[in-house]
């Protein structure tokens, strides 16, 4: 299984991004996925989740009401829509896929907000 990220940028604070994670492989193996993001100096932190079947999403509260995560699975990739984005939110961003024998980790988008 392979999983690969798009979509980062450079964006001015209250603009808006909109991550892609492609997955490749026996994506059959994978159930819930997610979003990741790590800044600078900082521990990894769980942004968004969201189920196999696309009916149940939760948010970190730092991003409720701006970030909306959702997949299409005959396309087998995961979106991350992200508005009013906050200089704060620069990081590396990073899509997960859970597996019944193990975790799926993209090699990371690189998202930069101006102030």
């Known amino acids: 299984v392979q999983l690969v990220e798009s979509g980062g940028g450079l964006v001015q604070a209250g603009g808006s991004l909109r991550l892609s994670c492609a997955v490749s492989g026996s994506s059959a193996n994978i159930n819930a996925m997610g979003w990741y993001r790590q800044a600078p100096g900082k521990q990894r932190e769980l942004v968004a989740g969201?189920?196999?079947?696309?009916?149940?999403?939760n948010y970190a509260d730092s991003v409720k009401g701006r970030f909306t995560i959702s997949k299409d699975n005959a396309e087998n990739t995961m979106y991350m829509q992200m508005n009013s984005l906050k200089p704060e939110g620069k990081a590396v961003y990073y899509c997960?896929?859970?597996?019944?024998?193990?975790?799926?980790w993209g090699q990371g988008t690189q998202v930069t907000v101006s102030s």
């Open positions: 997960i896929g859970l597996g019944a024998s193990g975790n799926y």
């Open positions: 969201i189920t196999s079947n696309g009916r149940i999403t």
